[in-house]
């Protein structure tokens, strides 16, 4: 069959691609750049059935959406892209090495007059954020499997201003020669919790990546393993954003500072607003998906 393939934002025709009916969204885009050279590249490429519609997911097939010889498709041009694990990466080390100068170089951020002593609380609050993003890090070369290769080039700049902004500010204030710890009884008690909440993150996405084989684009109902942590899936469909926002409830607590909890508080609203979409998504694509689960929070949202 014939598709005629169109640009999204002036209606202009860039050719006519020849392609089976049971071919992918995925396998479309390679096949118009490789016979339309003019389009955007494959990772630019959004199709859509309408120059203002939404873009079609990767695992649909022209004949699943009803598309004939002759019929019409938009390409919406992304603009540049970069590497999801290298924009993660950015995310990531930006942080480790913000939080590291603080904790590290103190006389650089508040003077080198000051000589009252590093209270233990803030020892340990720098391992804990190194500790978590170093396993961010880790978990993006060797654990993390991506549906997509590329994301917006300007993705990079918002979000690592996002991270190591508010870095810097927590930073300074746990690591400022005036920080005042809790008691170590708070501190001992959230500092538990939240290695609890790093280790159950760290097997939720050890659970993802297990079920996507490599090199596949393969998708399946998350479920719990032997690990007794991702049970957790039993009651909601994205436990690494519950266990991701308990990590910085307790790392807010242990520290008692409202710059953390500030940091936390924006990234629940973020990734219950991602969380929402996930589950939706699950319920659209699986007919048999689990309906006591909630999105993020168990037995509430």
Not at 104 to 111: C, E, F, Q, V
Not at 142 to 164: A, D, G, I
Not at 245 to 267: K, N, R
Request: hydrophobic share 40%; aromatic share 14%.
């Amino acid at each position: 069959m014939e598709i005629e393939v169109l640009s999204a934002s002036n209606s202009k025709s860039y050719g006519f691609c020849r392609v089976n009916p049971t071919t992918t969204i995925h396998d479309l885009r390679s096949s118009i750049h490789e016979q339309l050279p003019k389009t955007p590249d494959v990772d630019r490429q959004s199709l859509r059935l309408d120059s203002r519609g939404k873009g079609l997911k990767d695992t649909d097939t022209l004949q699943g959406l009803g598309l004939r010889t002759a019929d019409k498709i938009y390409i919406k041009d992304l603009g540049p892209q970069i590497g999801w694990k290298t924009v993660f990466l950015a995310e990531y080390a930006g942080p480790l090495f913000v939080y590291l100068i603080f904790y590290t170089r103190p006389a650089i951020i508040y003077g080198s007059a000051n000589s009252n002593p590093i209270s233990l609380t803030t020892h340990i609050a720098a391992g804990c954020y190194t500790l978590h993003y170093a396993k961010r890090i880790l978990e993006t070369i060797f654990v993390h499997r991506f549906s997509h290769n590329t994301m917006p080039m300007r993705n990079l700049f918002k979000n690592c201003s996002y991270y190591w902004g508010f870095t810097a500010y927590v930073a300074y204030h746990i690591n400022h020669p005036l920080f005042t710890s809790p008691c170590m009884c708070q501190v001992y008690g959230a500092l538990a919790a939240f290695m609890l909440c790093e280790y159950g993150n760290f097997s939720i996405h050890i659970a993802l990546r297990n079920l996507r084989p490599p090199g596949s684009r393969v998708r399946k109902i998350p479920v719990a393993d032997g690990n007794p942590l991702t049970k957790l899936f039993n009651l909601v469909s994205c436990p690494n954003y519950t266990y991701e926002i308990g990590s910085w409830v307790s790392f807010s607590i242990m520290t008692s500072c409202l710059p953390a909890m500030l940091f936390a508080i924006a990234g629940a609203y973020q990734m219950t607003m991602w969380a929402l979409g996930k589950h939706r998504n699950y319920k659209k694509e699986f007919k048999d998906y689990p309906k006591k689960r909630r999105a993020i929070f168990p037995f509430l949202l």
